[in-house]
């Protein structure tokens, strides 16, 4: 379970820059709560608060019961991120890429092989995985860098843009493989522009404008709340009706 409370992350030199202003939520277990905003809304800000890549200026978070803040280490043991940062390092294969990440997250060869068999089969990359990751397509990094983020089985995973070049038939693969971790009991957080994809795949979606959470409730909710047709709809006239944002703009 990933719990929120009020936390806010500013840049720039007087901090006149609010990426995250005062969010309070919780994914729960066995869910994929899914994040919704337009560029700049402050979703990627959120998810490296909550991975520990930035360091929060004030509020809380609690990953599986540890502090974002001052137990780290532990939170990163129960974590799989998947990043808007996916570098590889290209000279070595799929295989060797992940199998490293499974040694930095303590597992044993053993552990880590079957593990890896195990993501190679259900991400559809056999083919894959003794070659060099240097020349693959962006779908193919893709797959890679979500094997790696996910092979020491962490109990909470969270996703920014995970379909990103992807072709269709890997997107099926991987929402099939999403519902089967959020089954497992897995707790889930996923990031993406593509709203059928949000619409169809999360139990509950959180909308964030201005670093504001600003609606949160299921795809119908949202069209029952909008009168709204689709999920498109209902997120434009939610933004639309943002009293804050508009007395911003």
Not at 217 to 229: C, E, M, P, S, V
């Given at each position: 379970m990933i719990e929120i409370n009020a936390l806010y992350k500013h840049f720039g030199k007087q901090r006149e820059i609010v990426a995250v202003n005062g969010i309070a939520l919780t994914a729960p277990n066995a869910q994929i709560t899914g994040l919704l905003g337009p560029n700049g809304a402050g979703k990627t800000t959120l998810l490296r608060m909550l991975s520990t890549a930035l360091l929060p200026d004030s509020g809380s978070a609690r990953i599986v019961g540890f502090d974002i803040v001052t137990q780290r280490a532990d939170v990163r043991k129960n974590i799989g991120v998947l990043s808007d940062m996916r570098g590889l390092y290209p000279r070595l294969t799929a295989v060797e890429n992940i199998m490293?990440?499974?040694?930095?997250?303590?597992?044993?060869?053993?552990?880590?092989?079957?593990?890896?068999?195990?993501?190679?089969?259900?991400?559809?990359?056999?083919?894959?995985?003794?070659?060099?990751?240097?020349?693959?397509?962006?779908?193919?990094?893709?797959?890679?860098?979500?094997?790696?983020?996910?092979?020491?089985?962490?109990?909470?995973?969270?996703?920014?843009?995970?379909?990103?070049?992807?072709?269709?038939?890997?997107?099926?693969?991987?929402?099939?493989?999403?519902?089967?971790?959020?089954?497992?009991?897995?707790?889930?957080?996923?990031?993406?522009?593509?709203?059928?994809e949000v619409a169809s795949l999360c139990d509950t979606i959180a909308i964030i404008n201005h670093g504001r959470l600003v609606a949160q409730g299921t795809n119908k909710d949202f069209l029952d709340r909008t009168q709204a047709q689709s999920l498109e709809d209902a997120f434009f006239t939610i933004l639309e009706n943002d009293e804050f944002a508009r007395g911003n703009a």
């Amino acid at each position: 379970m990933i719990e929120i409370n009020a936390l806010y992350k500013h840049f720039g030199k007087q901090r006149e820059i609010v990426a995250v202003n005062g969010i309070a939520l919780t994914a729960p277990n066995a869910q994929i709560t899914g994040l919704l905003g337009p560029n700049g809304a402050g979703k990627t800000t959120l998810l490296r608060m909550l991975s520990t890549a930035l360091l929060p200026d004030s509020g809380s978070a609690r990953i599986v019961g540890f502090d974002i803040v001052t137990q780290r280490a532990d939170v990163r043991k129960n974590i799989g991120v998947l990043s808007d940062m996916r570098g590889l390092y290209p000279r070595l294969t799929a295989v060797e890429n992940i199998m490293y990440f499974g040694a930095l997250y303590g597992l044993t060869k053993k552990q880590s092989a079957t593990r890896l068999a195990f993501l190679l089969e259900t991400l559809e990359m056999t083919e894959l995985a003794h070659r060099r990751t240097e020349g693959f397509s962006q779908g193919e990094r893709m797959k890679v860098a979500i094997a790696r983020a996910l092979i020491h089985d962490p109990p909470v995973i969270m996703l920014d843009e995970p379909t990103n070049g992807l072709d269709v038939m890997s997107v099926r693969s991987l929402r099939a493989f999403l519902r089967l971790l959020r089954d497992q009991g897995k707790c889930i957080v996923f990031s993406s522009h593509v709203m059928s994809e949000v619409a169809s795949l999360c139990d509950t979606i959180a909308i964030i404008n201005h670093g504001r959470l600003v609606a949160q409730g299921t795809n119908k909710d949202f069209l029952d709340r909008t009168q709204a047709q689709s999920l498109e709809d209902a997120f434009f006239t939610i933004l639309e009706n943002d009293e804050f944002a508009r007395g911003n703009a």
